[in-house]
């Protein structure tokens, strides 16, 4: 029988969103399927370079996690560094992991640039939730969050996901994947009929515990 593992989304996962008690960005609506290519360059780059959760690149795909991520620009920086002083975990984060890591080895898959790595692992360890996570997997392809998350969860073996955000759900549960979905409100629910609401650790945790339906 394959090992069980179970990915995480961070940003209204594990972490509260940007807003805090609001998750705007789930309930935005984006197109999620389509095929990915990389942006064309121009001033558009320099605000996505500051304000984007993954790297902006115009010669296509790199390497997962390679050397081409390594390195961020002071405004950059500073921006994210103000991010994570500001930025507490849910909750039920803690409570979460707990009760799933006697289940499955737990993973961290965010769209997150991995040219911060050093700081979303010094904020995870922090808030006493690095111990519980067997990996910790950023964004520096380039790539939308549903090709990432999609491709990384296959590189690994991965058959099970946690997110927040529905276009991301159904795109995933779309392709194979069983999807557990954080409900926010004000955020609609995921189209996908496999898609697994949940609203506490407790359903969550209980979600987990049950076999799939097929």
Known sequence: ???????????GVLARPATYFVNFAAMASRPSGKAWHPPEPGIGDVFRGIF????????GEVAPESSAAKG???VRGFTETVRYAMRWPLPDALEILKGLQPIARLVLITNRNAANRERLEGWLIEKGLREYL?????ND?????????????????VEE????????????????????????????????????????????IAAVGRPALR
Request: charged share 30%.
């Open 1 to 11: 029988m394959a090992e069980r593992i179970i990915g995480f989304d961070l940003d």
């Open 52 to 59: 984007s959760k993954t790297p902006v690149r115009d010669e």
């Open 72 to 74: 961020v620009s002071p």
């Open 134 to 138: 067997d990996g910790v997997h950023l």
């Open 141 to 157: 392809t380039g790539e939308p969050g549903t090709h990432f998350k999609l491709r990384k969860l296959r590189e690994l073996g």
């Open 161 to 204: 996901y946690v997110e927040d955000n529905p276009e991301i759900c159904d795109f995933l549960a779309g392709n194979g994947i069983r999807v557990y979905f954080r409900k926010w409100a004000g955020v609609r629910e995921p189209s996908e009929p496999s898609v697994v609401t949940y609203r506490s650790a407790d359903e969550l």
